[in-house]
């Protein structure tokens, strides 16, 4: 089992340039989630998929869409990236939403200059 | 809604004890910790529920005090694996599953030979 994948591990962006980041995972898991990661800030939820067909917002969604593609699939996309976009980005799943382990992909580091 | 993680950042000796706090200002459904190493993904450690039950994982253990609102996470003879950042994730309870958790902005834990 490879667990969670992301892709790309990073990027560089442009400001205004759009990209998306792609999450998958094998473990059959029914919740999904993105997180952004900033110096000092902790993990902030940006959206998460609770299962298959679902999206809800997080803390910080802002600047940011989703799409569950399908219970393996959740990708994140930013339609014009911004500076302030600038972080880590983490995929997680889990299997009983909130009372099960999340894990956690390895990351997206994120550069928009 | 963040919780409040303290103190921010503790220096160990190999063998020495720490207690991380984590504190919400809603009720809580559930209390998650993790572990994060410098550049890794965070690692599930344990996951604590209403009721108060005490969890442990090798010399690491949790407790979870509902009235106040509070998680401690207690480290007994520390070891240098231990070093990382530890965030609480805080699930608030509003009679249903919310299926998703906040999390702190996490404790730097350094141990040293």
Redesign the interface.
Known sequence: NAGVTQTPKFQVLKTGQSMTLQCAQDMNHN?M?W?RQDP??????IY?S?SEGTT?K??VPNGYNVSRLNKREFSLRLESAAPSQTSVY?CASTDR???????????TRLLVL | ??PVQSPQAVILREGEDAVINCSSSKAL??V?W?RQKHG?????LM?L?KGGEQKGHDKISASFNEKKQQSSLYLTASQLSYSGTY?C?T?IYIGR??????????TRLQVFP
């Open positions: 919740s989630y997180y000092g800030m902790g993990l902030r939820l998460y609770a809800d997080g803390e983490f939403g909130p009372i099960g382990a999340q894990y956690f992909g390895p990351g | 809604q963040q459904y559930s998650h993790y890794e993904a965070p690692v599930f996951i529920l965030f994730g699930e599953n919310t299926d998703k958790l906040i999390f702190g902005t996490g």
